[in-house]
């Protein structure tokens, strides 16, 4: 199948053998620009966010993007692409596509299914076929497994989806093409799989399932860790000794906090109640981790004022 390629190393501004600091760092500078809360006024903000985000989904993954790595570098951005030889290191199951699930058709095609190797993947029901006259039983259709990115707002509150699920069953036929509209209960969780009962492969003990693995969508200021999230609180070394008064995002509003004389990087304050919504429809914590940012010395004034600093403290 051939579908439009995405440079994710282009997509993020990066060379390809980045860090992977270096790759954090340009999806933040990005995703600040373009995430919705930040460019409300731009209406092709929302697309470019998702694609970055979709690049750093595989970038920043090792194992993702080693599979990415082996495409090589001799690919246009947009251009058609079909896949080597082999690549995807299986049998082509049918011919399903997805839209609305938040990813691009290359994405899904080679990087979804809950981390598989094609963005549809396909398991077979107990009993494996029609029956084979020893008592075995007719199995059902197989189920289909694809990812369903979600906003950690989305994630927090609930809400409706609606994705295009189209497959062609058989040659010339185009049959099979429909709208879902699927439930995001609040409180739902990365890797938790939405079930839509009898809409997988038809067998002859019906229908399969059709399974939505949640993908969380990485925002720019929080990282998520099960119902808790982290925000990096970037402060100056003279903030960081003698403390100050910040404001801080979190998922509902802006919250001031106070940071204490001599805070150092890596210390953590938590604000309670402030993380996920967690199925029970209690909430987990907001961590605010320090970070002490040392600006370079440009000028030679800038540099003197470093060295009274140095020489105050070293006496």
Known sequence: MSVAFKDYYELLGVERDASADTIKKAFRKLARKYHPDHASGDPKAEEKFKEINEAYEVLSDPEKRQRFDQLGSNYQ???????????????????????????????????????????????????????????????????????????????????????????????????????????????????????????????????????????????????????????????????????????????????AINVAAGAKSGSRMRLRGLGMRKPDGTRGDLFAEIEVMVPEAKTAEQKELWEKLRLAYES
């Open 77 to 255: 951005h947009g251009s058609n692409f079909t896949p080597p030889p082999g690549w995807q290191g299986g049998g082509a199951g049918p011919d399903v596509h997805f839209g609305g699930t938040g990813f691009s058709d290359f994405f899904e095609q080679f990087f979804g299914g809950a981390g598989g190797g094609d963005g549809v993947r396909f398991s077979r029901g107990f009993g494996g076929g029609f029956g084979d006259g020893y008592g075995q039983q007719p199995a059902k259709g197989a189920d289909l497994t694809a990812d369903l990115l979600v906003t950690l707002e989305e994630a927090n509150n609930g809400g409706e989806r609606q994705i295009s699920f189209r497959r062609r069953s058989a040659p010339g036929d185009a049959n099979g093409a429909e709208t879902l509209k699927v439930r995001v209960p609040a409180g739902v969780r990365e890797g938790q799989k939405i079930r839509l009962a009898g809409k997988g492969e038809a067998g002859p003990a019906g229908p399969g399932d059709l399974l939505l693995s949640i993908r969380l969508e990485r925002h720019p200021d929080f990282e998520v860790d099960g119902a808790d999230l982290t925000y990096e609180l970037e402060i100056a070394p003279w903030e960081a000794a003698v403390g100050v008064r910040k404001t801080i995002p979190t998922l509902k509003q802006k919250v």
